[in-house]
């Protein structure tokens, strides 16, 4: 047996799938307590743990702690002059027009970064060497009397020659056992240092808060008699054995969305779709990824909170836009929805949890896209009436009806989503109207035709059970690891050899940390080169083909520059400007054995029945089918809802569906058949 949990902001999904088919859950979220959720899950699944061989784990913690500033006591040590790293930043503005502007609260505080002397060069000489009796008898001392946790070193061009780091993380293990340490040059060799301090402060910070938390659930789990494999999701779509993440929390964040972006990407490429836009749309927030010949792309510049991260993660772009976003009304009287949420608790108004202001999921409650009768097949109570009195006071502003209003709500809500996928689609070079719209979470099938008509999409795959596709994910994933690289060249007739030889380096140093890892089979290496015009203050990723790299010229760099340039900007495949490589990206992935298979659960009713939908502005009748009950290529013609365990597919007028042989639902315009 294979066990995928996910915890959410407002459900916590379970996935089994073993011999006997396939089992789904969902269960409230415990905010305060991730892992209870994720226990819960598991004792309600009613699965001995004894009995599992897989367990793969993805939680909000990592990033919760940084939102909630819920880190431990965090120093940052770097070189001398440069305390104020973390505070001085950069000097653009997320938002210019704002008078009041305010520059994202670093994690550590001003008083809590320290200095040591040394000084290394931007060449990796060493100008002035770290004296470790200076660090016993000022740097120690003022660690211990501070009662920090956990310290981040982060020293000047250390991503050139991590020596010093490494010697003085030696000397603060020898003198302070139990503190976490962590040094930049193990989390990212990447040039830009207010980016690499941002990014070792955050994982400095969330690294007890992981490492606990990973204990914690290691040993409910071995109470349970579990024996099998334990292992927990990252940020850049591949998971790592459990007791490595506690060097890596950093990897941790977002990794709930990534693991919904792989487990659609896996699961529609059965039905043979490999380039597609994600929508992942949960109770408080709704994800967006593309996914290009079957592997999601990936992004350097991320950011939590306003602060800079420089690991490499999906390029997922989120917007406030989920099932528990609350519809308002701002000072100017327009109609407003998100990002604040009404979240689990106290949830949407028809949840009766206490919950009074209006949210999506209570406008689809008013539409009758959602039926109280069949939400998460019928095992959660539904309030029709609590949804109707608190969209009331909204419509009454607006003078509309109150399906008027919900469809407002929800037209609005669609908008976010489309600027979202624009933000990484058509900005990153590519069209959307080139890719099929995989919508999944518990409420992206109810918005994924709107969006797609908006996008100009012709074509919807919804997976089954596609309100647990994260969890799915979690199994479906591979262990995956990245090493990066900033080594500096202008493009010349030596700069093939110089990139072979770096490909050489870190691909040895990553399978070395593989195999301490405890992953084993064959490896699959990518390799990617950051290269930019001279000149130039942004790099533009260039992938090569490990396998190429013998025959890789000069000449062959830059076409491959010139046509990635031209793909992003417009312009840069005919320049003969000179051109430097500046950084490199290499990924280490262990590939499963075996995918394991995702399937429809069993029908909790069989005939379609004739239901009243508020549709594209008016009543309309429908078809209500449990999409376990479709025949293989039997197609429906919307108005139609389509009901599983976990989520709600409309089909509106204008689109037909049927269910393949891979148990995926396919949505096309009905005018692609005249």
């Known amino acids: 047996m294979r066990i995928g949990v996910e915890v959410g902001g407002t459900f916590t999904d379970l996935v089994a799938i073993g011999v006997d088919g396939v089992q789904v859950l969902k269960v409230p979220s415990t905010p305060s307590h991730p892992d209870e959720g994720a226990f819960n899950a598991l004792t309600a699944s009613g699965i001995p743990l004894g009995d599992v061989i897989d367990l793969a784990h993805g939680s909000t913690v990592a990033t919760n702690a940084v939102l909630e500033r819920k880190g431990f006591k965090t120093a940052f040590i ?15 503005r ?35 060497r770290l004296d470790p009796e200076a660090v016993k008898q000022s740097l120690i001392p003022a660690l211990t009397k501070g009662g920090y946790q956990a310290v981040a070193i982060c020293l000047l061009n250390a991503y050139v020659n991590p020596a010093h780091e490494h010697l003085l993380r030696q000397l603060l293990a020898d003198a302070l056992p139990d503190l976490h340490v962590t040094v930049s040059s193990d989390i990212t ?115 939590i909170d306003g602060l800079p991260v420089r690991i490499p993660v999906l390029d997922i772009n989120t917007v406030g836009a989920g099932g528990g976003s609350i519809i308002w009304i701002d000072e100017g009287g327009m109609l407003r929805v998100g990002p604040k949420s009404a979240g689990a608790v106290p949830g949407p108004a028809c949840y009766g949890k206490g919950g009074e202001q209006p949210t999506v999921t209570d406008a689809h409650v008013i539409r009758r896209a959602i039926l109280p009768e069949t939400f998460l097949g019928g095992r959660m109570p539904i309030d029709s009436e609590r949804a109707s009195a608190s969209l009331q006071p909204i419509a009454d502003h607006f003078g509309m009806t109150l399906e008027e209003a919900a469809d407002s709500a929800i037209q609005l809500s669609n908008a976010n989503i489309v600027r979202a996928i624009q933000v990484i689609s058509t900005e990153r070079g590519h069209d959307p109207r080139d890719n099929v719209l995989v919508p999944y979470g518990g409420a992206g099938p109810l918005h994924a035709a709107q969006v797609a008509s908006d996008l100009g999409i012709r074509t919807i795959v919804v997976p089954p059970n596609s309100g647990v596709i994260s969890a799915y994910g979690l199994l479906a994933s591979d262990f995956i690891q990245f090493e990066s690289l900033t080594r500096r060249g ?48 942004f790099e533009v990723p260039v992938e090569l083909v490990t396998t190429d790299l013998d025959s890789l010229t000069p000449a062959r760099l830059r076409e491959l520059f010139g046509l990635m340039h031209q793909k992003l900007f417009f312009f840069g495949a005919e320049d003969d400007k000179p051109i430097e490589y500046v950084s490199f990206r290499l990924g280490l992935t262990a590939p499963l054995e075996k995918v394991p298979q995702l399937s429809e659960s069993e029908a909790h009713f069989t005939e379609p029945r004739t239901i009243e939908l508020f549709d594209q502005g008016r009543w309309r009748e429908a078809k209500l089918i449990s999409r376990a009950a479709m025949e293989v290529d039997q197609v429906f013609a919307g108005p139609a809802l389509l009901e599983d365990a976990t989520s709600t597919l409309l089909v509106p007028t204008g689109w037909d569906a049927h269910r393949d042989s891979h148990d995926n639902t396919i949505l096309t315009r009905s005018d692609d058949h005249a």
Request: aromatic letters at 8%; proline letters at 3%; one cysteine or more.
């Open 78 to 92: 770097t070189t001398q002059g440069f305390r104020d790293i973390l505070s001085l930043q950069r000097h653009g």
């Open 94 to 128: 997320s938002n210019i027009y704002d008078l009041a502007y305010q520059k994202p609260e670093p994690v550590v505080e001003r008083h809590d970064s320290l200095e040591v002397a040394e000084r290394v060069l931007a060449n990796g000489e060493i100008l002035t």
């Open 189 to 303: 060799r990447e040039f830009r240092e207010y980016e690499r301090a941002s990014t070792t402060a955050l994982s400095a910070y969330v690294q007890p808060v992981m490492d606990r938390y990973v204990s914690r659930f290691i040993q409910r789990l071995e109470a349970s008699e579990f024996m099998g494999r334990f292992s927990v999701m990252q940020s850049n779509g591949g998971k790592l054995p459990a007791e490595a993440m506690r060097a890596n929390a950093i990897s941790a964040l977002l990794s709930g969305p990534a693991a919904g972006v792989m487990g659609a990407a896996r699961q529609v490429a059965r039905s043979g779709y490999s380039n597609l836009i994600t929508l992942d749309m949960g109770g408080t927030s709704t994800d967006v990824c593309v996914v290009v010949d079957g592997k999601p792309q990936l992004t350097n510049e991320f950011s």
């Open 490 to 537: 202008v493009l010349g007739d030596e700069s093939a050899e110089v990139i072979r030889h770096v490909f050489q380096d870190m691909s040895e140093r990553a399978i070395a940390r593989a195999r301490d890892m405890s992953l084993d089979g064959e490896f699959i290496l990518s390799f990617v080169v950051y290269m930019r015009f001279v000149g130039q203050a």
